[in-house]
């Protein structure tokens, strides 16, 4: 077996090999005769089948075995001569070439290395910054949102037209074609003028009514909507009960003990406090995930240069490559397939933030690493089913579509780099 390794560079690898049939042949040997003390075969006893009836009985499953088993020779001895430890490789080895004749089989097997990332102290790229802070008005402003979805809804005694936010009790009968449907009837009906509850349309014809007024309010249902109703015309018989409007609240103690129940010697002193700490963690999240996360990033992809593996950077282009697929027409497509030119040229245009992306994620995962970041599966599946519920979803099926669909892993990575890069912009916030 003749070998030739070279290591192009950090992350990337090739070995070039010549392997005689001889060795081919000693291997189907080998194996052929260790399977006939296990084989199965109609007419022998187990462990006295013939070699030769093994060859026969397994014909080209031996051969693709035995070249399997001189191209892991080929492998390791290469690894061996280049220093190359099995732990360092990503992926599985490529084989970009396989040319057998009679007496010999000439391969060439590409190799990918996860890359040696020297970060050095990273810590001092991140810049220190002000915490953001509440102000007393945004303070105010958000206790009193607060205060009113906390008040009853009283009604209107003046003589006047619901209008844009009022609330309208009333009473309605839904026809489509002259006949009234399933579901489509309810008395004293609450509803919030211009929410978007109900079908479009429907609520802006509300808008001007009067109490004890009766209206023929007529809608389209969308193309979308469930069942037979998609699409059809309909008829709605409104009887407006009442107008009502959010009562007043009087934000005092009386109003921060009922609105932080569990809470010892809640008052409003307490709550302007916690109202003040959950607006800035707010701006505090929007600034980190709008702004400084992304520059963090882009500062380190840009910093830190190291090889990257080839087959990454070209699977991270055909990613690119097949979503921007998915907005094409087909003629579009029909075009690039039947110009090779053209579809080389396209895929070059991905390069580069293929480069970017690949780069990023190794530079993630050496952070993680140097700062003790992990992200288990359970973790991931708590933030899922989590998201599943705000949502109104079944949080066990969310799971498992997101894991037969085979994303685990990426929100997970998600989830790593968010950790990391928090926790090194935490490190540097200074209180205003």
Do not use: C, H, W
Request: proline fraction near 3%.
């Amino acid at each position: 077996m003749e070998i030739k390794s070279n290591k192009i560079n950090g992350a990337n690898a090739t070995i070039e090999a010549t392997i005689s049939m001889d060795e081919v042949n000693a291997n189907l040997e080998k194996i052929a005769k260790t399977l006939s003390k296990t084989a199965n075969v109609q007419g022998f006893r187990k462990g006295k089948v013939p070699v030769a009836i093994v060859k026969k009985q397994y014909g080209e499953k031996l051969v693709q075995d035995a070249e399997a088993e001189a191209l892991r020779e080929v492998l390791e001895a290469g690894l061996k001569e280049m220093g190359i430890p099995n732990e360092s490789l990503i992926g599985e080895p490529n084989i970009s070439k396989f040319d057998k004749s009679e007496d010999k089989i000439e391969v060439e097997v590409k190799i990918a290395m996860r890359p040696e990332v020297e970060m050095g102290d990273y810590s001092s790229l991140v810049t220190e910054f002000e915490k953001p802070t509440a102000t007393e008005d945004e303070v105010t402003a958000r206790i009193t949102e607060l205060a009113q979805s906390q008040a009853p809804m009283v009604d209107v005694e003046e003589d006047r037209a619901i209008a844009k936010d009022d609330s309208a009790l009333f009473d309605f009968e839904g026809s489509v074609d002259g006949k009234l449907f399933e579901g489509g009837s309810s008395k004293d009906f609450s509803l919030v003028i211009g929410s978007g509850q109900f079908i479009p349309g429907f609520e802006d014809q509300m808008i001007g009514m009067k109490k004890g007024e009766e209206k023929i309010i007529k809608v389209t249902f969308p193309e979308n909507y469930g069942g037979d109703l998609a699409g059809k015309d309909a008829e709605f018989k409104v009887n407006l009960n009442a107008i009502q409007t959010k009562g007043e609240v009087v934000i005092d103690d009386e109003l921060a003990k009922k609105m932080l129940q569990g809470e010892d010697d809640a008052n409003l002193e307490k709550l302007t406090e916690l109202v003040k700490s959950q607006i800035e963690n707010e701006k505090l999240s929007k600034l980190y995930n709008d702004e400084m996360k992304p520059a963090l990033l882009e500062t380190f992809v840009s910093t830190f240069k190291f090889d990257l593996p080839e087959f990454v950077v070209e699977q991270e282009i055909d990613m690119a490559l097949n979503k921007k697929a998915g907005s094409m027409n087909e003629d579009e497509i029909k075009e690039l397939r039947e110009d090779a030119d053209k579809l080389k040229e396209l895929r070059e245009t991905f390069r580069a933030d293929a480069e970017k992306s690949v780069r990023a994620t190794f530079i993630i995962d050496t952070l993680a690493t140097a700062e003790n970041v992990k992200v288990e599966e359970q973790e991931v599946m708590q933030t899922i089913y989590y998201e599943a519920m705000q949502m109104g979803q079944d949080p066990q099926k969310a799971f498992e579509q997101y894991k037969d669909a085979g994303y685990i892993p990426a929100i997970q990575m998600s989830m790593v780099e968010d950790k990391v890069l928090s926790g090194l912009l935490n490190s540097k916030i200074k209180e205003a």
